[in-house]
């Protein structure tokens, strides 16, 4: 079965912890990508990484952090940072880069 | 240049009609124009995506339309139903960058 796991689907920090957000993907696909999702402002590509050990910096990449170890994880680092870190984190993969873009299930992080 | 412009905000539809949503861009490279379904809690799904060298596709109740000239492009859904009930985005790119998406409309159809 294949698709986009991320775990988990609900996290709650303390403010000044650093949190990691799991993203797995069994497509085979090349690129992977992190947007995040607040309400009225559609979704904002934070990082995406077209290949293993190489990725780019989005929109709004500061306060996070990401690495490509492995075609099938691309794990998402929210830093104490990040200003406002409370929001909807959605994972994606394609292929080729940048079409057909297919999205995980989400995990909601709240900070406070 | 780089912003896709999304309309409505919101639509309430009564079931069995027509939900029309419209999306505008500025830059005429852009190659690529898929549409997402997204229900509350969940990631959004691919839903319907078109090429500018076509100026309708459809894919059962839901059609593309592409205006190259006036570049826009506008989802239809056809005999909307209560299922439908969603956040809808028009997303855009060209070659090698990266998607850039509406801020989405949350359709609502009444039974």
């Known amino acids: 079965d294949g698709g986009i796991t991320q775990s988990p689907k609900y996290l709650f920090r303390k403010e000044g912890q650093n949190v990691t957000l799991s993203c797995e993907q069994n497509?085979?696909?090349?690129?992977m990508y992190w947007y995040r999702q607040d309400p009225g402002q559609g979704l904002r590509l934070i990082y995406y990484?077209?290949?293993?050990?190489?990725?780019q910096k989005g929109d709004i990449a500061e306060g996070y952090s990401v690495s490509r170890e492995k075609k099938e994880s691309f794990p998402l680092t929210v830093t104490s940072a990040q200003k406002n870190p409370t929001a909807f984190y959605l994972c994606?993969?394609?292929?080729?880069?940048?079409?057909?873009?297919?999205f995980g299930p989400g995990t909601r992080l709240t900070v406070t | 240049q780089q912003q896709v412009k999304q309309s409505p905000q919101s639509l309430i539809v009564q079931k069995g009609g027509i939900s029309i949503i419209n999306c505008a861009y500025e830059?005429?490279?852009?190659?690529?124009f898929p549409w997402y379904q997204q229900f509350p809690g969940k990631g959004p799904a691919l839903l319907i995506a078109?090429?500018?060298?076509?100026s309708e596709k459809k894919e059962g109740r839901f059609t593309i339309s592409f205006n190259k000239s006036a570049k826009q492009f506008s989802l239809h859904i056809m005999d909307s139903q209560p299922g439908d009930s969603a956040t809808y985005f028009c997303?855009?790119?060209?070659?090698?960058?990266?998607?850039?998406f509406g801020k989405g409309t949350t359709l609502s159809v009444s039974s």
């Open positions: 994606a993969s394609s292929n080729p880069p940048m079409y057909e873009q297919y």
């Open positions: 497509l085979n696909h090349d690129a």
């Open positions: 990484s077209q290949i293993v050990n190489d990725f």
């Open positions: 830059n005429t490279a852009f190659d690529y």
């Open positions: 078109i090429r500018p060298d076509v």
């Open positions: 997303a855009a790119n060209q070659a090698g960058t990266a998607l850039i």
